[in-house]
């Protein structure tokens, strides 16, 4: 096994390649994002999964942190104590453990806060892909920000969601006549709620007991650590056949290694257990719950049954029709509520608006901010393209790390590849690191470019040929 070691400044790093392409620029800025623990794609022909990452960290209060991530865990160590976590399931926890950042919508909009992908980075404005399947949006943004638990309205959402899109087909569909039909007693199809509880029951046991061996195979991992540093810090040594010394190491210690490794395939494959059943726990909570604490009481078809039925059922299209319009009109209430802290005048909104402003006022553009009225919630994205569009995204992008520094007191890396995009002029692209230098000068900043020419960074890594390039044998790894 080979080691290839990197380091980063702590203001400004560029990633060059002399002008030359496919070298690993963007391998090397995506190895940091999946290192943080994100599901990242990488560029074709390189697999992750293939490697053991370590990525140290020194917070904002000037803690270290070790995350090492292999191709199932990923082990935070600080203070000398370790932490398991299984990639994606536990992300928003990896999160929590990095940045002290708790709120789940936030959590799961960071990504987009500090890194700029050169695929789909630099036409993401405020609602979109940031990489891959981890997606953005600003409303989600501005909710986290507010600290504020929408978990029961999300789940109310898509609850909703998935009756509109039923209902939807229902009123759609060729075959349904303005007429009323017998319709089954609701007793005979209405669901056995009683059972549904029983299930309900089964399932909550379930899922503790797995919780509890997933807590005993992490201790039973932490102690195995804590015991073989121990036996390491005596500095025991075995007498050889041949009369030679051998100190005894993680590296010789007989099955370590394997039991190491069965027991992270262990505690994988019992996450991805409880993350299903979590799914059927629910299911049959909303379940239960229907016709209970809504906003609107309606009178409402069993769609379950209408989907096992579908071939012979007739339904009354005005009262469809009715239903329809009641659960929209719920899920426009709820999104009301919600985005309460989208709306101008709002303090957290005006604020980042105005950093926009700002940003674009600095990259000669703020007319073609100031003229879309939506502002920061734009959603004519069709009419805006250019280099005017590639500043304005890079403008967005920087306000949204400025406003998690104003609201959580966290300086997020900004890390931002491929800077000098093909419709990005010479002029344009030194007003956008300069906006960088002026406005993030106490940031950490990872920038990736073909060329360095005019990028005033603190540290070079310039790439030639590979990321793993003059990669040393790692003599620390058994073979």
């Known amino acids: 096994m080979y080691r290839k070691s990197y380091s980063f400044a702590k203001g400004f790093t560029l990633i060059s390649s002399n002008g030359r392409n496919s070298v690993g620029k963007t391998t090397l800025v995506r190895l940091i994002i999946y290192a943080l623990g994100e599901e990242v794609s990488m560029t074709q022909g390189f697999d992750p999964k293939n490697l053991v990452t370590e990525l140290v960290l020194i917070t904002d209060d000037g803690k270290h942190l070790e995350l090492v991530r292999d191709a199932t865990t990923l082990t935070i160590v600080a203070d000398g104590e370790s932490e398991r976590f299984n990639p994606p399931h536990d992300l928003r926890e990896i999160k929590k453990r990095i940045y002290g950042i708790d709120n789940s919508e936030l959590a799961d909009n960071l990504l987009g806060a500090h890194y700029i992908d050169q695929d789909k980075g630099w036409t993401l404005l405020n609602r979109g892909k940031v990489i891959g399947g981890i997606q953005f949006s600003i409303e989600a943004f501005l909710r986290g920000l507010t600290n504020r638990n929408y978990d029961k309205q999300l789940k109310r959402i898509r609850e909703l969601d998935a009756e509109i899109e039923k209902y939807t087909f229902i009123v759609e569909a060729a075959g349904y006549q303005n007429t009323m039909v017998d319709i089954p007693d609701v007793a005979e199809i209405s669901p056995d709620k009683s059972r549904d509880r029983e299930r309900l029951s089964q399932l909550r046991i379930q899922a503790a007991s797995l919780k509890k061996r997933i807590a ?133 909104f005006d604020s980042i608006t105005e950093r926009v402003d700002e940003y674009c006022a600095y990259l000669g553009i703020e007319e073609y901010f100031r003229n879309d009225s939506r502002g920061i919630l734009t959603n004519t994205l069709k009419r805006k393209s250019g280099t005017n569009y590639h500043q304005l995204v890079f403008a967005f992008r920087l306000a949204y790390a400025d406003a998690v520094n104003r609201v959580c007191g966290v300086k997020l890396p900004l890390i931002i590849d491929s800077i000098r995009g093909r419709e990005m002029s010479h002029e344009n692209f030194e007003k956008c690191i300069g906006l960088l230098i002026k406005k993030f000068s106490d940031y950490q900043i990872i920038v990736a470019s073909i060329s360095g020419e005019g990028i005033p960074a603190d540290s070079l890594i310039k790439l030639e040929r590979r990321v793993m390039e003059n990669a040393e044998i790692n003599t620390n790894v058994p073979a």
């Open 216 to 348: 005993t195979i992490r201790k039973a991992q932490n102690g195995n650590e804590r015991f073989v540093s121990y036996i390491v810090d005596m500095g025991l040594r075995v007498k050889m056949n041949d009369g030679s010394e051998l100190a005894i190491t993680p590296d010789n210690l007989l099955y370590y290694s394997d039991t190491e490794r069965y027991l992270n395939g262990e505690a994988l494959a019992l996450r991805t257990e409880l993350a299903e059943i979590g799914k059927h726990i629910e299911e049959l909570e909303a379940r239960l719950d229907e016709g209970e604490d809504k906003l609107f009481s309606v009178e409402r078809v069993d769609t379950r049954e209408f989907d096992r039925q579908i071939a012979g059922m007739k339904l009354d299209l005005p009262m469809c029709q009715d239903i329809l319009d009641s659960l929209k009109k719920e899920r426009t209430s709820i999104r009301q509520e919600m985005g309460s802290g989208c709306v101008q005048g709002n303090p957290l």
